[in-house]
């Protein structure tokens, strides 16, 4: 049985170029074929072309557009050309296809670039998706791995990171809740007020705060304000090639770098939701007491409707969040190619990822609190 020949063979005949189509001539040839015409044209054109496609027995749409480029490059550099041996049923769909030749050009050629995009587009995925196990393996090692073995971790820069992601964050998180918390208590005010349930208003905000807003709210303030921060350092670092430096040193850029932003991340993240929780209480505090309501009515309200599940549920969320924000931000920033705006990409793609993957983990904390009727 013959062997099915999959790329097609350029050979020389004197100032002749004889091109030998294979036995199958699809998609995923046509791109490097073309690109090997291409190149010929470029460097050594010749002054006439043949193709041979006796041996064509199977092709799809790509290649009968290559063998009609070819034709057409041909009569742009006023080279002749010559088709020889190819199958009627062939010829038949290279026929409805020459009228207006040249204007058809261009989407031939896109076909050609199409079915390239979508094979790099594919190749590019699975890279990436290989990089995102190796890289979680790897993070999920070190941490561990450290966890054990907490002298391993490198607490100078830990705690260098938990003071700008969390002692530098507290007046905007402050603020932030104390706004969220003054604005929910008036919002819902105003419909209970028809009812005379204004005092219910405590209720409310506090569960909404300590189960839902407090830990989302934070998380995406910290994505934006940490996640970018860590893309931003380590992408420089990754642009000036300070992290290939430490490989050739032999320390890990995962133990080295991450692990420490990973801690602080895990420390800070759940406190900032305290901090945010509480102010966002001050905030619906002040609401119900310019409606005449007593300090010590808002706090026994808050008491009755907030439980300790309600409470622990929300940290365990922002734990997680945390994770999420400080795991995204350096495996961008890790992730930062060569080039001027390159840095500037892996912040965007730093805030974007942590802010859609909060959100879908949010998602399945809901439903699961929900089926565990915590």
Known sequence: MDTIHRQSSFLWEGSTLEIHLPTVLTAVETGKDWTAFISILKTNPPRSIVVQADKLLESDTSGISFIKLIRLECEDRKIPFVLRGLDDRFKYRLSITDDDSK???ETLLSDLR???????????SLLEFKYLVTFT???TISFWRSFLHPSKIR?????RVAESMGVNAFPIIAMIGFLLGLIMSFQSAIPMRRFGAEIFVANLVGLSLFRELGPLMTAFILSGRSGSAFAAELGTMKVSEEIDALTTMGLPPVQFLIIPRLVASLIMTPLLTIVFNLFGLIGGA????SFGFPLV???NQVNLAVGLSDILGGLLKSYFFGMIIASIGCYRGLKTASGAGAVGESTTSAVVGSIILVSILDGIFSVLYFYLKI
């Open 103 to 105: 204007k058809n050009k």
């Open 114 to 124: 199409r079915s390239e995009k979508i094979g790099k587009l594919t190749i590019d």
């Open 137 to 139: 393996g790897e993070l």
């Open 155 to 159: 607490w100078k820069d830990t705690f």
């Open 286 to 289: 002040v609401v119900l007491i």
């Open 297 to 299: 009515t808002f706090i």
